[in-house]
Structure formats: C-alpha cells, structure tokens
C-alpha cells in the first residue's frame, strides 16, 4: 500500500483487506460477457468481480501545464457481492471518487511498478452503477505528446495527441486498461479558439459548441473496444473528404497533399469488404499528425492516426493505410486477449494488408511487399539473438515485462508468415471463408493463441490431421524461429533488381544500371542487397546518380542511411542528423542510433544527436532509444 488514502473514517482497514489480495495471479478464470477468460499480466483489474462496461469522459487540456483534467464516469457491471472495482492507473493525481449524485466515495492507490502503474480501488455504492472520478493527468504522462507550436507545421497553434497501445492509456484515463475488457466511450473535450479535437469516436457535433472561450466539441463510440483504442488528437486541424466514407484531418498547411496521398481510401474499403465482411465502424477517416508521432500509423476506430512520412507525394507508401484500415478487422474487431498475443492482431493484419494492396496494384506488387516483410523477419531474429531465442515464438511470455518488447517483426512478419503457410496449405479460398467467418463469430471480443487453434481445428482442418500436421500450427505458435514449411517469398519483380545488384557488385557504374520505373519495393530491395562493405567513392557515385541523401521517401533514406553508417560515409551525415532531429518514428529512428552506437566512432555522435532530439520524441520512442543509449543527463 502506498500514499495517497482519501478515506472516510473506519474505511481504511476494508481497503487494506481488498488491496492485499491485488495480485493478478490470483484471479479466477471465467469471466462472462465476451471477456477473455485469460489473466492479463499487465493489468490490475479483475473483471469476473466488476468490469468497467463505458467510459464517459470531460476533459480539459491545459497547454501552459500540459495537463488534461476533468471527470472519467465509469459505468460498472459486478458480480454478487462484489463491493469495489479495481482500475488501472498509471502517474494520475486523483482528486476524488463520488456517485453521480455528489456522494463521495472511499478510494486507494495500491502499490504497483514502473510498468503496469498502479490499481486503483474504489468502493462501490450500494445500489447506483457509475462512479465519477475526478482527476488530473501528469505532464510527463506516457500516452499524451504536448507539441509547442514550433513542433508543428503552421508554428501558430501547439498540438496534442495520445498514444495508447499497449498499457499507456492508463496515464490519461482511469480504466481497466487491459485489450480483453472492451469498453464504449463518449467525451467532450473542451479546447481553446483555433483548436480542434478529433477522437477515435463519432464526432456527434461537427461544429463545437462555444461557451467561455472554449468549444466543447463530443464525441460517441457505441461499439466496445479496449481501451488502448482510445484516442484524443487536439490541433489546428482541416478536413477534406475523400470519398463518400472517408476523409483527412491534418495542419491546414498539408491537408490538400494528404488527400491526395491517400485517395484510394474507399478502393481499400470496398477490397476489404469483399474479402471479409463489411466494415463495421461507419467513417473510416485519417488523421496526419505531426512528425513526432511514433509509429507509422495507429488503427485508432474511425480515425486512423498517421505519421506525416508516408506522405511521399507518390502513393508509394500507402500500403500503411492498407495496414491500419485491416485492423478495423483484425484487432479492433477482434483483439489480442494478452500482450503475449500480439501477434493475433498484428499476423494477422500484415497478411490483410498484403492481400489488399494486391487486390489494389496487382500480385508483382504484394509479392515485393511480403519478400521484404521476410527479410525484415530474418533480420530481427539476429537482433534478437537467433532464432532459437524464445522471443521470436509467436505466443510470449511477457509478464513483468514492458509489453512495448513484443512489438517487433516477429508479431507482425512470422504472424503473416503463419497465414501464408496455412494459405499453401489449405488454398487460399478455404482461408478466405474462414477468415470472413472468423470475424463474423468474435466480433468485439478477445482472442489467444489456444482459441485461435481450436477455432482452426474446428473450422478450417475440421478433423482432416494430415492437413494440420502439413501445416503444424503448434509449432508455428510456441516454438522459436521460422518452421521449415514457411513457404519461400520471392517476388518475380526482385530479380531483375538482383542483376542490376550484381552488375554493380563487378564494377558497373550506377548511372549504367537499368532502374527506370522502379518502385519503393524495388529501391528498398535493391539497397538491402548492396554488399555490406562499400568504399566512399562507390556510395559517392550511389548518391550522386540517385539522390539518396535527398530523398523525400522516408523508407528508402532509412534504407540509405543504415547503408551510410555501416560504411562511416561522413557526407550522408548531416542527412543523417537532419532525419533524426525532423521525426520520431521509431521504425526509422531506434535502428539508426543502434548501428551509431554499435560502431566505436558513432556513439558519441548519437548521443550528442539524441540529446538533442528526445526532447522532440513521443515517450514511445525515448523509451525505446533509452534502452541502448541513456540519455545525456539532463537531455
Ligand atoms: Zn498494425
């Protein structure tokens, strides 16, 4: 038990009583109502007891202090018997607990760690359902980025945004934060003149409703979700439509560009609809934030959140949005029970989105984009130290752990190495009416690995042991590494990149290779295969024939870049410099300070660089950049 007791007299020992019986490990199995029926490791609540069902929050952000403060209403469902509820909060001042009616009620913090926060205890009311709890979050608080308007694009308005997955949500909402108890939401978010909020909910009135120089704009999602869907941007923000269901949010400055950028959105809709089902979620919108956002995008419901690097001005990228909108499918329709079974959203959404961009730009396309996905799996199994290490299984074990380790290549890249396997197997027809089917039967609920099995044994073998021993899912799921009966991915389009490698590997200058027409995939492959030593004059000749250095695709500079530090190829340095200190995307960010600081002459200049960019990155990314490189202090 720690500090932080606000407690009607006499109640303190009752509290005592239900705290010290906190450990997750003790909960029974069972829970009801589509709950998962798993434990989850990395949350404090115990949903057979009583369950958060909706959220409805009114916040106020406070820029000056970076602090959002309001009320979170909790709607509870308990069992008999049952006389509190236990929340997951993580780095929040809770100012007090009460009924709807004003009535206060008894709460405690119970003590926690650095990664899960802490549970926070409320004793119920006899007879009412909602509990109000008022409270303030930290300006540190790991979900939120307070942007200053330098930070932005029109250097006017400063910016906010969360980022929830995985555990992170509880640092700005007190809920059970955990993906197998699904939640609705509703909020009014009230937000100076110039300033928009966007949610990952319906916008129930488009204009705001002003009141005392602020305009509370509300927000509805009527299908559960958990909670690390939760989503709040807050900027000066435009829209443009782009189809009739969809459409972009972003700075006023880059909204015409973005667009255009992602006008095949209702293309990839109406792809995925016919694949597996109707998409459920209503308006399927885009939301660009600034350059600090750390991830490439995030499936936030309705409102997909983006990182302005995609934006290459050529569509190339936009196999991301391909990748964000399957979840509206995998993940958010159906959702990993555990962290330890990311891999069941993630897996499965690679092998989505590559069926959609080959539905979209054919199978030479989709091809390339699942031999560099195998590439990029190899490799993070050598990061990780082989692959008999235990992290590359599918199914982790990731209690006392940050669930952020599990989110590598091997969820995503051996998740939809898995499906392509069974794709083989099985003919992809029978996958896609079980996958359409799979959908249908867990919509808005949880999923882990030994469900998934079953559900495979049931509707996809159903009986037939040759077809599942040809696929051998268990050792797909729980044993380490790539199982030999991975099919191969070799894209028809790599092999006359592969020439062209091999005609400069014997002394071809770069202007005489044949690389008209290429692609992204193509550039990206190309760059991969170049020999891992190359001496200054070769990549002088690289860089002036093709522009590396220049470039505005994020994906081919990244692919440059590594290729600049790996050899000490100085003059791409002040590109270098220029990509870490103008984004945080962690794809792009953590590898490069890892090779800097793996060399004996980088690591000083990737410190010196990272002090001066973790200012500017999403704590997502410093934490990660952290682990290998501790920050300067007072950097
Ligand atoms: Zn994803």
Same mark, same amino acid.
């Given at each position: 038990?720690?500090?932080?007791?606000?407690?009607?007299?006499?109640?303190?020992?009752?509290?005592?009583?239900?705290?010290?019986?906190?450990?997750?490990?003790?909960?029974?199995?069972?829970?009801?109502?589509?709950?998962?029926?798993?434990?989850?490791?990395?949350?404090?609540?115990?949903?057979?007891?009583?369950?958060?069902?909706?959220?409805?929050?009114?916040?106020?952000?406070?820029?000056?202090?970076?602090?959002?403060?309001?009320?979170?209403?909790?709607?509870?469902?308990?069992?008999?018997?049952?006389?509190?509820?236990? /929340?997951? *909060?993580? %780095? &929040? +001042?809770? !100012?007090?607990?009460?009924?709807?009616? @004003?009535?206060?009620?008894?709460? $405690? #913090?119970?003590?926690?760690?650095?990664?899960?926060?802490?549970?926070?205890?409320?004793?119920?009311?006899?007879?009412?359902?909602?509990?109000?709890?008022?409270?303030?979050?930290?300006?540190?608080?790991?979900?939120?980025?307070?942007?200053?308007?330098?930070?932005?694009?029109?250097?006017?308005?400063?910016?906010?945004?969360?980022?929830?997955?995985?555990?992170?949500?509880?640092?700005?909402?007190?809920?059970?934060?955990?993906?197998?108890?699904?939640?609705?939401?509703?909020?009014?978010?009230?937000?100076?003149?110039?300033?928009?909020?966007?949610?990952?909910?319906?916008?129930?009135?488009?204009?705001?409703?002003?009141?005392?120089?602020?305009?509370?704009?509300?927000?509805?999602?009527?299908?559960?979700?958990?909670?690390?869907?939760?989503? /709040?941007? *807050?900027? %000066? &923000? +435009?829209? !443009?439509?782009?189809?009739?269901?969809? @459409?972009?949010?972003?700075?006023? $400055? #880059?909204?015409?560009?973005?667009?255009?950028?992602?006008?095949?959105?209702?293309?990839?809709?109406?792809?995925?609809?016919?694949?597996?089902?109707?998409?459920?979620?209503?308006?399927?919108?885009?939301?660009?934030?600034?350059?600090?956002?750390?991830?490439?995008?995030?499936?936030?419901?309705?409102?997909?959140?983006?990182?302005?690097?995609?934006?290459?001005?050529?569509?190339?990228?936009?196999?991301?949005?391909?990748?964000?909108?399957?979840?509206?499918?995998?993940?958010?329709?159906?959702?990993?029970?555990?962290?330890?079974?990311?891999?069941?959203?993630?897996?499965?959404?690679?092998?989505?989105?590559?069926?959609?961009?080959?539905?979209?730009?054919?199978?030479?396309?989709?091809?390339?984009?699942?031999?560099?996905?195998?590439?990029? /799996?190899?490799?993070?199994?050598?990061?990780?130290?082989?692959?008999?290490?235990?992290?590359?299984?599918?199914?982790?074990?990731?209690?006392?752990?940050?669930?952020?380790?599990?989110?590598?290549?091997?969820?995503?890249?051996?998740?939809?190495?898995?499906?392509?396997?069974?794709?083989?197997?099985?003919?992809?027809?029978?996958?896609?009416?079980?996958?359409?089917?799979?959908?249908?039967?867990?919509?808005?609920?949880?999923?882990?690995?030994?469900?998934?099995?079953?559900?495979?044994?049931?509707?996809?073998?159903?009986?037939?042991?040759?077809?599942?021993?040809?696929?051998?899912?268990?050792?797909?799921?729980?044993?380490?590494?790539?199982?030999?009966?991975?099919?191969?991915?070799?894209?028809?389009?790599?092999?006359?990149?592969?020439?062209?490698?091999?005609?400069?590997?014997?002394?071809?200058?770069?202007?005489?290779?044949?690389?008209?027409?290429?692609?992204?995939?193509?550039?990206?492959?190309?760059?991969?295969?170049?020999?891992?030593?190359?001496?200054?004059?070769?990549?002088?000749?690289?860089?002036?024939?093709?522009?590396?250095?220049?470039?505005?695709?994020?994906?081919?500079?990244?692919?440059?870049?590594?290729?600049?530090?790996?050899?000490?190829?100085?003059?791409?340095?002040?590109?270098?410099?220029?990509?870490?200190?103008?984004?945080?995307?962690?794809?792009?960010?953590?590898?490069?300070?890892?090779?800097?600081?793996?060399?004996?002459?980088?690591?000083?200049?990737?410190?010196?660089?990272?002090?001066?960019?973790?200012?500017?990155?999403?704590?997502?990314?410093?934490?990660?950049?952290?682990?290998?490189?501790?920050?300067?202090?007072?950097?």
């Amino acid at each position: 038990m720690s500090s932080h007791l606000i407690l009607p007299a006499g109640a303190a020992l009752l509290l005592m009583a239900m705290l010290t019986s906190c450990d997750p490990g003790d909960r029974a199995a069972g829970a009801a109502g589509g709950d998962s029926v798993l434990p989850d490791p990395h949350s404090f609540a115990r949903p057979q007891e009583a369950r958060v069902r909706h959220v409805s929050l009114d916040l106020t952000p406070d820029f000056a202090s970076h602090q959002l403060s309001g009320t979170a209403s909790l709607t509870i469902e308990r069992a008999a018997g049952a006389d509190s509820v236990i /929340l997951d *909060v993580r %780095d &929040l +001042a809770i !100012r007090r607990v009460t009924t709807p009616g @004003g009535e206060q009620l008894a709460f $405690a #913090l119970g003590e926690g760690d650095s990664i899960r926060g802490q549970p926070l205890v409320i004793r119920l009311p006899e007879r009412a359902d909602t509990v109000v709890i008022e409270y303030q979050t930290s300006p540190s608080a790991a979900a939120v980025q307070w942007l200053s308007p330098l930070q932005t694009l029109g250097k006017r308005q400063p910016f906010l945004f969360t980022q929830g997955q995985a555990i992170l949500t509880r640092t700005w909402v007190p809920t059970q934060d955990s993906p197998g108890i699904r939640q609705t939401y509703d909020a009014v978010i009230h937000v100076p003149a110039g300033l928009r909020a966007v949610m990952s909910a319906e916008l129930v009135d488009p204009d705001g409703e002003t009141a005392g120089g602020l305009t509370a704009y509300r927000f509805r999602l009527d299908q559960p979700v958990p909670p690390y869907l939760f989503a /709040l941007a *807050v900027g %000066d &923000l +435009a829209f !443009r439509e782009i189809g009739p269901r969809s @459409g972009v949010w972003a700075e006023p $400055a #880059l909204v015409d560009s973005a667009a255009r950028e992602f006008g095949e959105v209702e293309q990839m809709i109406a792809a995925a609809e016919r694949l597996y089902g109707p998409y459920r979620w209503g308006r399927y919108d885009l939301l660009v934030l600034p350059p600090s956002f750390p991830f490439g995008g995030m499936e936030n419901p309705r409102l997909t959140f983006a990182t302005p690097t995609v934006l290459a001005g050529d569509r190339s990228l936009v196999s991301l949005v391909a990748h964000e909108l399957a979840h509206s499918w995998s993940g958010n329709l159906v959702t990993n029970a555990t962290w330890d079974d990311f891999w069941i959203n993630e897996g499965f959404t690679v092998y989505l989105e590559g069926r959609i961009m080959e539905e979209l730009r054919g199978k030479d396309y989709a091809d390339m984009l699942r031999q560099l996905g195998r590439q990029s /799996l190899l490799a993070t199994f050598q990061e990780l130290g082989g692959p008999q290490s235990p992290d590359t299984r599918l199914h982790l074990d990731l209690a006392g752990r940050d669930p952020d380790l599990g989110m590598n290549d091997v969820a995503y890249e051996k998740g939809a190495a898995f499906l392509q396997t069974i794709e083989a197997a099985v003919g992809r027809e029978r996958l896609d009416i079980f996958l359409r089917g799979y959908f249908d039967r867990h919509a808005f609920q949880p999923m882990d690995s030994e469900r998934l099995l079953q559900e495979l044994n049931q509707h996809l073998f159903a009986g037939d042991e040759q077809l599942e021993s040809r696929v051998r899912p268990r050792e797909w799921v729980f044993e380490p590494g790539l199982p030999d009966n991975a099919p191969p991915e070799r894209a028809a389009a790599f092999e006359k990149v592969d020439r062209q490698v091999a005609a400069f590997r014997e002394g071809a200058r770069p202007g005489d290779l044949q690389t008209r027409g290429w692609s992204t995939h193509e550039w990206l492959h190309f760059l991969r295969a170049l020999p891992d030593t190359l001496d200054h004059d070769r990549l002088q000749a690289l860089d002036q024939t093709f522009g590396f250095s220049e470039t505005g695709n994020s994906e081919i500079l990244f692919q440059w870049l590594r290729s600049a530090i790996r050899n000490h190829y100085e003059p791409a340095f002040p590109a270098l410099e220029r990509f870490l200190t103008s984004q945080g995307r962690r794809k792009f960010v953590a590898p490069l300070y890892q090779d800097l600081a793996a060399t004996d002459w980088g690591r000083d200049l990737a410190r010196r660089i990272y002090a001066r960019a973790r200012p500017g990155y999403h704590s997502v990314t410093a934490a990660t950049v952290d682990r290998f490189l501790q920050p300067q202090p007072g950097g």
